[in-house]
């Protein structure tokens, strides 16, 4: 079955500069990739995804790409607000599976 | 379009009681997913429903847990004799279509079960 890693656990950065998160899965058969954001103590929400059969995603500040031949895709956030705060969510699935969650990143924007 | 509804948001049970959680999925969908997450842990997927019909239950402990989501009514995550262990927030998700690893799955608030 699928297994999604996700780097790095913690990340802090200073306002203005831009923050990456990376993740990388096992089942290649895998071609949906959504990001989650989740406040503390609230639901996670889809800020952004992408399918197998592009390699880059954007919207405003968020970005996503994705290489399939190496298994990995990663989260783009640039000029990072406080706002920007919270823990992020990686997943991956594909026809035969569920999605699988990556175990996240807290991401701590310091104004 | 209200979102995706679950209640009770704060849930407190003795050891040995039941918990009820309860999941409307958004207006349209008719695919339902439930989720554990515990502190500092990302989400563990339980259950996978249709109406009527449980798709895959491969997340979900054998002995204390079932789920079902009727043809009428909200679908209902049930722990029966509650332990310690069993703390935690549990998310259900639904989705329009069918195809879980590839389908947008969209978040309740979640329910906080806590387990004296």
């Known amino acids: 079955g699928e297994n999604v890693e996700q780097h790095p656990s913690t990340l802090s950065v200073q306002e203005g500069d831009s923050a990456v998160i990376k993740c990388t899965y096992s089942d290649s058969a895998s071609n949906y990739f959504p990001w989650y954001k989740q406040e503390l103590g609230k639901r996670p929400q889809l800020i952004i995804d992408i399918r197998s059969n592009v390699g880059e995603k954007k919207d405003q500040r968020i970005a996503v790409t994705l290489n399939k031949t190496a298994k990995h895709f990663s989260l783009h956030i640039t000029e990072t607000q406080p706002e920007d705060s919270a823990v992020y969510f990686c997943a991956g699935g594909g026809s035969q599976g569920n999605l699988i969650f990556g175990k996240g990143t807290k991401l701590s924007v310091k104004p | 379009n209200a979102g995706v509804m679950q209640n009770p948001r704060h849930l407190v049970r003795r050891r040995g009681q039941e918990a009820r959680l309860r999941c409307s999925p958004m207006?349209?969908?008719?695919?339902v997913y439930w989720y554990r997450q515990l502190p500092e842990e990302g989400l563990k997927f339980m259950v996978y429903?249709?109406?009527?019909?449980?798709?895959?239950e491969s997340g979900m402990p054998k002995e204390r847990f079932s789920a079902e989501f009727p043809k009428e009514g909200p679908s209902i995550l049930r722990i029966q004799q509650v332990v310690r262990g069993d703390s935690a927030a549990y998310f259900c998700a639904s989705s329009p279509r069918g195809a879980p690893g590839l389908d947008t799955q969209y978040f309740g608030p979640g329910t906080r079960l806590t387990v004296l």
């Open positions: 429903l249709q109406k009527e019909n449980i798709i895959d």
């Open positions: 207006k349209g969908h008719s695919h």
